[in-house]
Nanobody, 115 residues
């Protein structure tokens, strides 16, 4: 079982980044894929989620209209969720984690928005 994120980095305010998460090694289709983020001293918060069967999405109010989550799950035991982040703000700076039901976390990827 693997949950692997990629795509973090440093970007200027107003810029864009794309994060990808690939989950593999177990039957992923019944579940959702989720992006969380965390800054030091604060709780991890849900940013966006997508169900793998219907593609139903959900976003935190703070990212609505700026972030878009999509999926690719053409195989039973492999799925990818992509988080397109536009109009980034300094307050989006955090470590972003992918979470896949029934309870698997990725290692996290740093996103820094700074001039």
């Amino acid at each position: 079982i693997q949950v692997v994120e990629s795509g973090g980095g440093l970007v200027q305010p107003g810029g864009s980044l794309t994060l990808s998460c690939t989950a593999s090694g177990f039957p992923v289709r019944p579940y959702s894929m989720n992006w969380y983020r965390q800054v030091p001293g604060k709780e991890r918060e849900l940013v966006a989620s997508i169900t793998l069967i219907r593609g139903t999405t959900n976003y935190a109010d703070s990212v609505k209209g700026r972030f878009t989550i999509t999926k690719d799950n053409g195989y039973t035991k492999v799925a990818t969720a992509t988080l397109q982040m536009n109009s980034l703000k300094p307050e989006d700076t955090a470590v972003y984690y992918c979470f896949v039901g029934p309870g698997y976390w990725g290692q996290g990827t740093q996103v820094t928005v700074s001039s």
